[in-house]
């Protein structure tokens, strides 16, 4: 429709709008190429673990705050006119807002604070608009109609139209009816949903007498000029009055609703969605316009019908504007619940902290599911629905309570972001497991998965029961090159050798320079830095940090001053992050615009050089694979410092994330990628530029214990699947059911999965018989109790069994009279691998503790005089379990960090670096979580439970107790919090209800965008806890149905 073409932006090389075809199942991925040890530096990147973050990348928004006297002038209007025109309706309002209970009373003071001014002149000419002009010039009080809520000013200037024979008063006619029906709606908030029918709208062209004005129009018709309406009328003023903004909104979503139950592609201005939907986005995300692409696949037919889909565009391609329109439309209009699955915890909370405001101006809630945060099942909401935003371990367990509680049909939709990440280890394991209980047991439950990588679609549309779309749109185009020696090559895959002359680098090098940086990376970061921003991907953390201390030593003077007192301030933060230490590398370069960022920053400092970077502070980032997983910091130029992510070869898909960085839509015209190579590497370059991109397989039988086996036992835990016939066919719909034909030969799918289970009833955790014979296929199994347990707790396999004997023998001595032994019970198993104890600093750790906590070390066996040998060297000939000796250093890390609650402190008495120390924190805090939910399951550990509560607390914010208030808020991270703490912002009450202008000013290194956020956040998790509560106390109140004698 027109109003919808307007909304695109037209690109001439982007019109491929025909859906693609399927892909070919290409052959397996290229084998892993290990790079020559002699090129080894330093130890082999880290796996991405939780340090990337989504950062918005556009700017303010204009708002009321701090005008008073204009917000007080359309207070005066709408009061004078409810008061002259309409006593009994005002009356109405105000009753309305009494029985709409504490609930109405938040969102009011909320949006007092929240109201948003429209910028007339400048946004009027915008496309998505579609509006004319307004006169920014206009009087408020010229025209009475100027405070009416904007969706109702079509329908009285056609009133107006068609009643001017009988010009009394239409117009206050017509506001009479509409306030009328708006205070009926804000009575009543559950009317503009499931009854709304019955209400005397002007939709019901049956009974409504009195807006005969729509009569004759169709229902299409009528849909679109009320959405037409509100587009149109949107540059004009907004009505502080809270009562009719919410009114129209909900107007609108009802309207919008209705188009979508039409199952008309026609479906409104903005998808279907409230006009206010296209205001936000252009107002928090500062887009304007769709590209092409985004309007294509949000009408392709195959999403009105709900059908499932996967999306594939190249970086940057803008997929997560149409997955969030997707998900507004399926909360709005659909009134369903929508989860969304982000691979780590940092990019779950910046998407928790974008999408509150919406959720807040749109009246959603949005959920946090990561780390230990989030509630299982999910809180059943009366009238709000949810976005769960999860990580892919969360996401997994909200699925599993959902189905236990039977309202896995309340899902309405879930979406998965980098779907590539089906074929990444065990996590890719637990994603395939989660969609594959979704696709059996909720049918109706849409799927929608998006990546930029991906190559064997067809088997995962296979999967997903799913369509397809593909575009190659950039939004800015990518030059890619590589260079050998002095030269640079562009990368054409046309070419035989996949690249092919381009120019010759210029630069000047003495004989030193030339010795120290063979590889020229100077000369090509300093065509770019200051002025653009410049990322250079290196294989190991030590290489970033090398090659930040590099450039920053033969790098002019004159950079120094580019942006000197932000740079300070930074180092000022960090400071303060650091508790008064900052690492001595950053320190050295961040004054040149120079930082390196991989996971060896605690959560804190990652955050702040982030923020730098993207507000133009840092022009350089020297930073790992990690980087590029996800997160959006773009730049001008992407170096690769070497086709090597550790010591393996670069993948295709990790090449193509990480020189998906260049180029920021909006801002820059081009982006270049360079990738450096040595003359000995440049045939395996050419197989990397010719090859496909990999294969996303399945991980199932990767880690049997984290893939099949533990699938096959949730699966009679939930009772998806009972009998061994059922579990077949379940089986059959994974992705690995899909691509059977990659199994050796060796074993058939179905042994697979009869080994599988016969190993479960031998680990005592389901119960039943398994047997050859077909006939025993129908036998039920059942789960054990510690089956459930480690289902529900997402326990690993292989340490169910020997979890369960330390709970039990900590029960008959478990020491209180500190956290030791509890936190030694929740030291994560698997990270136990990747710790080598510092004797020395064992032994000394021992020797501080109490008489009490040397018993702890006793009980979980771990013997001084073990320690002792092992520090002083001395041969050891006692039987003693190594792996529980490096678990109980890891407590002691833990626990000196719980006492401390300074990370830095603590990496540096335990010779450990502190981004390591960090990751064994978090996980920590996730792994007692998990414990608990174990724990639940099996009545014997009851008195574990509250225990294991505290400390899952204590261990997910490790901060002064006074702290916590304030870090419950997503991504409000411990820095942040003490500086709002020391600013007086002490509860989540005063960050709800914080001025944003007033704490940029008291808070340091806070930009507006981020004040926002903040608020926004703390906003909606208010809202969430007292939704929370209010829940409870109805359901308390409610009159049982099956009261005895009633009936
Ligand atoms: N229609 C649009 N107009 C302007 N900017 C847009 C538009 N759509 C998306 N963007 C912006 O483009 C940037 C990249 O978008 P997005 O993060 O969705 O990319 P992506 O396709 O998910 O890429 P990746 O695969 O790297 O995650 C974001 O800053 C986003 O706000
Ligand atoms: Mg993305």
Known sequence: MAETKLAVRRKSRSSKRSRAPLQPVAASSPVARKRPSSEGEGPPAEAPCNNDSEEDMFGDYDSFYGNDSLIA????????????????????????????????????????????????????????????????????????????????????????????????????????????????????????????????????????????????????????????????????????????????????????????????????????????????????????????????????????????????????????????????????????????????????????????????????????????????????????????????????????????????????????????????????????????????????????????????????????????????????????????????????????????????????????????????????????????????????KKNCENVASMVCKYLKKEFRAHKEKEKQDLIKNLKSIGNGTVCPVLKQIIPFGIAYHHSGLTNDERKAIEEAYSAGVLCLLACTATLAAGVNLPARRVILRAPYVGNDFLKKSQYKQMTGRAGRAGIDSAGESILIVQEKDKHLVQDLVHSPLENCNSNLLLELTKGIQSLLLSLVGLKIAVTHEEVDNFMCCTLLGVQQQLLSKEKSFSEIIKDGLENLIEKGLLKGRISEKDHNSKSTLTITPLGKATYKGSIDLAYCNILYRELKKGLEGLVLESSLHLLYLSTPYDMTSTCSPDWMIYLKQFNQLSAAEQKVADIVGVPESFITKMASGQTIRKNVDHTVVNRFYLTFVLYTLLKETNIWSVSEKFNLSRGYVQNLLNSAASFASCLLHFCEELEEFWVYKALLTELTKQLTYCVKTELIPLMEVAGVLEARAKQLYNAGYKTLAHLAYANPETLVRMIEHLSRRQAKQIISSAKMLLSEKAEALQEEVEELLKVPTDIPGTH
């Open 73 to 540: 002038q359309v207070a005066d209007i709408e009061h004078k006119y409810l008061q002259d025109k309409n006593v009994k309706t005002a009356g109405e309002i105000v009753l309305g807002n009494l029985q709409s209970g504490v609930h109405q009373k938040e969102q009011d003071n909320f949006s007092a604070s929240n109201v948003v001014v429209l910028k007339s002149d400048k946004e009027s000419t915008c496309q998505m608009c579609d509006s004319d002009p307004a006169d920014g010039n206009q009087e408020l009080m010229e025209s009475t109609l100027d405070d009416l809520p904007s969706s109702q000013l079509l329908c009285f200037e056609k009133m107006d139209e068609l009643s001017s024979a009988s010009r009394t008063s239409p117009i206050s006619k017509g506001r009479d009816e509409c306030v009328n029906s708006f205070s009926d709606k804000i009575r009543d908030p559950l009317s503009f949903y499931a009854g709304a029918e019955h209400r005397n709208r002007t939709t019901d062209t049956s009974s409504d007498s009195k807006c005969v004005l729509f009569k004759s129009e169709s229902l299409k018709d009528h849909l679109k000029n009320a959405m037409t309406g509100n587009a149109r009328a949107q540059t004009l003023q907004v009505s502080k009055t809270k009562q009719l903004k919410e009114a129209v909104l909900s107007e609108e979503i009802f309207v919008a609703r209705k188009a979508i139950e039409s199952s008309s592609l026609d479906i409104g201005p903005f998808y279907g969605l409230p006009s206010k939907v296209k205001d936000l986005f252009r107002q928090l995300r500062g887009i304007e316009t769709l590209y092409e692409w985004q309007h294509d696949c949000l009408m392709l037919e195959s999403l009105q019908q709900r059908k499932n889909l996967i999306y594939s565009l190249p970086t940057s391609g803008g997929k997560t504007l149409v997955a969030e329109i997707i998900i507004l439309q399926e909360l709005l209009c659909r009134q369903k619940d929508v989860l969304m699955i982000l691979p780590y915890v940092a990019i779950v909370q910046e998407k928790v902290r974008g999408l509150s405001s919406f959720g807040i101006e749109l009246g959603f809630l949005v959920e946090e599911y990561a780390g230990s945060k989030g509630r299982f099942p999910p809180i059943k909401r009366r009238v709000k629905k949810s976005l769960y935003i999860a990580t892919i371990e969360k996401g997994h367990a909200l699925v599993n309570s959902l189905i236990e509680t039977e309202r896995i049909c309340d899902l309405g939709m879930v979406v998965v972001d980098e779907l590539h990440m089906l074929g990444a280890g065990s996590r890719g394991a637990v994603l395939e497991i989660t969609l594959a209980k979704i696709l059996y047991t909720s049918k109706k439950t849409q799927i929608i998965g998006m990546s930029a990588t991906l190559n064997n679609v067809g088997d995962l549309q296979k999967f997903l029961q799913a369509e397809y779309y593909t575009n190659n749109f950039r939004p800015v185009e990518l030059k890619e090159y590589i260079k050998i020696r002095d030269t640079i090559y562009t990368v054409d895959s046309k070419t035989q050798n996949g690249f092919a002359f381009s120019h010759l680098l210029n630069f000047k090098y003495s004989s030193n320079l030339e010795k120290a940086d063979p590889d020229h990376i100077i000369a090509l970061v300093t065509e770019v830095i200051p002025k653009y921003s410049c990322l250079i991907f290196c294989p190991t």
